[in-house]
């Protein structure tokens, strides 16, 4: 039986002295190293922007799935209420919850 390996807890956060770097905080101890975004991302892409960048992302993810799991369930019960189970005479609330749950798949949910 194999075991799903667990991401570093949040909030993370960049290193203010060096912010390509990644923490996460451990109590009163250290904080955990993350991460490093690379410092050569190519022209007008900047490590430090990309670290800030996943940053958010991490910060925002438990957050915006929690969003997405209410929408989907209320956009469903919209859908079925106004059009029973087939709503294909009204494709943009279906497109909506399509694409609600493309993106709760995409974030493994």
């Known amino acids: 039986m194999s075991e799903t390996a667990k991401h570093t807890p949040g909030p993370w956060f960049v290193d203010e002295d060096d912010p390509h770097s990644i923490y996460a905080p451990d109590g009163d ?29 991490v910060n925002a993810y438990d957050e915006l799935v929690g969003a997405l799991q209410r929408a989907e369930w209320a ?3 919209l859908i079925e ?20 749950r493309t993106a709760l798949l995409k974030a493994g949910c």
């Not at 904080?31 to 958010?56: L, Q, R, T």
Request: proline share 8%.
């Open 75 to 77: 956009l469903g019960v």
């Open 81 to 100: 209420e106004r059009f029973g189970k087939k709503h294909k005479d009204n494709p943009l609330p279906g497109s909506d919850l399509a694409a609600i």
């Open 29 to 57: 101890a250290d904080p955990w190293f993350v991460a490093e975004a690379a410092y050569d991302c190519g022209p007008d892409v900047s490590g430090k922007a990309n670290a800030a960048h996943i940053v958010k992302c």
